[in-house]
């Protein structure tokens, strides 16, 4: 069967076999081997640089980007860039990307004693040149472009991967007058951390309806049993199945409870306590923070369950309106995405017509991709809701992926307190319009009593 099918732009033909028997089978069957991750990881690799890279340098307008980094001590840009069979830099490593707009080529050049896999080629002979800086400046004369990228950066950590001894290092080889020519490559760096290609937003779909099943495992009867399980139960089982399918997750999960006989606890104690063991019982609203890494990118979802009583079939007609407020919230987020327009700016709209219409709302919404915090423009932290210096002034870019995390606070008059309703989806912004990458949360999850 897998020779049958063959998959729109190249990516390797098992992965349409495992998109067709995703639903059918459990989620270990959608995860693949080494082998072939490692096989998609380049060929992905490939298509960024072939295809994305040159854009990017000529909206940015720098020539030539530098990246350069020590084993153990990689630049975040240059994790990205190592083939999967590279876990890390080799002793100092740096790459050279040279783009001539007149010839449209770009060469993808290696400053080490290796091919960095099979997409950026080696340009150095140490028996020739013993020295690097020298064999690097030797690159850089011979090319004379007008503008050098160096990866530094004051609002974003990712773009600032660059030590201080490499730039002292490097500075102190460069010959004067390539000294004017040096700039910050953060729109660049962040640029390349941001952008999602065509080939990893047709994967994308697959690792949230992973992080999703593994969600709904743990929210199932199969891992809860009301009076005896507890939150810590279940996010150590998260992270269990995680490690015996093969993947890792970028941040400890969370499992919280919020119930009619507790008082709302403030926003930090309510995320500090979700680590306390508590024991989950019928009437429980429980809420998960979860994530996975696979094939270079990452996932960031939170969903809430509701614990059915004796005799309940369903939420209480309370809780899924409540539930229903998170999602308008959403709408109105989403709805006020347009490309060019600052974070700051879409927070603040959103939050001013939110309250409009009588919500309470709180909107931290992060980048999504290549790492989990990644790069691009940032709509909110919990504790910046007027708007966040620096990376929140960043514009928001076509096709990028954001983690649309936000939540809205509803009274209950049945509870005689307030609850949280905490969501968080992965959405792609494209030239178009937003949508979400597997779509999203429309009502409780719900567990069963027994």
């Not at 790459?95 to 007149?102: A, G, P, S």
């Not at 593994?214 to 199969?222: D, L, V």
């Amino acid at each position: 069967m897998r020779k049958l099918i063959e998959f729109r732009g190249g990516i390797c033909n098992s992965i349409l076999l495992i998109f067709l028997l995703a639903f059918c089978f459990p989620v270990s069957a959608q995860i693949l081997p080494e082998r072939e991750r490692a096989q998609l990881i380049e060929e992905i690799q490939q298509d960024r640089f072939d295809n994305l890279l040159s854009k990017l340098m000529d909206r940015t307008e720098i020539d030539m980007w530098l990246v350069i980094a020590r084993e153990y001590n990689e630049d975040p840009v240059l994790k990205t860039m190592l083939p999967p069979t590279w876990l890390n830099a080799r002793r100092r490593t740096i790459l050279v990307f040279y783009r001539n707009k007149e010839q449209d080529s770009l060469e993808r050049l290696a400053v080490a004693r290796y091919d960095v896999g099979k997409n950026i080629s080696s340009a150095w002979n140490p028996e020739k040149q013993p020295e690097q800086w020298k064999a690097l400046v030797q690159i850089i004369k011979d090319r004379n472009p007008e503008k050098i990228g160096l990866n530094y950066s004051e609002i974003d950590g990712i773009a600032d991967g660059l030590v201080k001894t490499d730039y002292d290092e490097f500075m102190e080889a460069l010959p004067q007058e390539f000294h004017s020519k040096i700039v910050s490559a953060e729109d660049l760096a962040i640029g390349w951390i941001e952008t999602r290609s065509e080939k990893e937003m047709e994967i994308y779909p697959e690792l949230v309806q992973i992080t999703k099943t593994i969600i709904r495992e743990a929210f199932s009867n199969k891992v809860i049993v009301p009076g005896e399980t507890s939150t810590e139960d279940v996010v150590w089982w998260m992270r269990q199945k995680v490690t015996d399918l093969g993947l890792e997750t970028w941040f400890h999960p969370t499992v919280a409870i919020q119930r009619d006989e507790d008082a709302l606890q403030d926003h930090v104690s309510a995320f500090s306590s979700a680590k306390e063991r508590k024991v989950i019982m019928p009437g429980d609203l429980i809420h998960c923070d979860f994530g996975i890494s696979y094939l270079g990118l990452n996932t960031d979802c939170q969903q809430m369950a509701y614990v059915l009583k004796a005799g309940e079939s369903e939420a209480p007609k309370f809780l899924s309106e409540a539930f229903d407020k998170g999602n308008q919230l959403q709408d109105i987020l989403t709805g006020n995405f347009e490309t060019g327009k600052t974070g700051n700016k879409i927070l603040l709209e959103s939050l001013e017509q939110a309250k409009r219409k009588g919500l309470k709302p709180m909107i931290y919404t992060h980048p999504l991709g290549l790492y989990g915090h990644s790069s691009g423009t940032t709509i909110g932290m919990w504790d910046s809701q007027e708007g966040v210096p620096g990376s929140g002034d960043y514009p928001l870019q076509e096709n990028t992926v954001y983690a649309i995390e936000l939540k809205t606070s509803v009274f209950l008059p049945e509870w005689d307190q307030e609850v949280r309703i905490m969501l968080e989806e992965s959405g792609f912004w494209g030239a178009e319009d937003f949508r979400y990458v597997n779509g999203r949360q429309e009502e409780l999850l719900l567990i069963s009593h027994k």
